[in-house]
């Protein structure tokens, strides 16, 4: 199962630390995607990611999908 699927089967939004579990990243690598901006998050109590969009948001990152759409072009 790749990790955006994984985070699609996730139901309600989660927080840093599970983000960092699922991307395999440290805490402190998704705090610096906040303060850029460079991640999708909401202030609710503390960072929230609605897992939906982490999962479009990988997968507008991937390899894959910039060699697809460079085909296209």
């Given at each position: 199962?790749?990790?955006?699927?994984?985070?699609?089967?996730?139901?309600?939004?989660?927080?840093?630390?599970?983000?960092?579990?699922?991307?395999?990243?440290g805490?402190?690598?998704?705090?610096d995607?906040?303060?850029?901006?460079?991640?999708?998050?909401?202030?609710?109590?503390?960072?929230?990611?609605?897992?939906?969009?982490?999962?479009?948001?990988?997968?507008?990152?991937?390899?894959?999908?910039?060699?697809?759409?460079?085909?296209k072009?």
């Open positions: 199962m790749s990790i955006p699927d994984k985070l699609e089967t996730m139901e309600s939004a989660i927080t840093v630390a599970e983000l960092a579990v699922v991307l395999n990243l805490k402190t690598a998704i705090y995607l906040v303060r850029r901006n460079a991640i999708p998050h909401y202030r609710l109590a503390g960072l929230r990611f609605d897992p939906q969009e982490i999962a479009d948001w990988l997968r507008s990152r991937s390899i894959s999908s910039v060699r697809h759409s460079k085909r072009q």
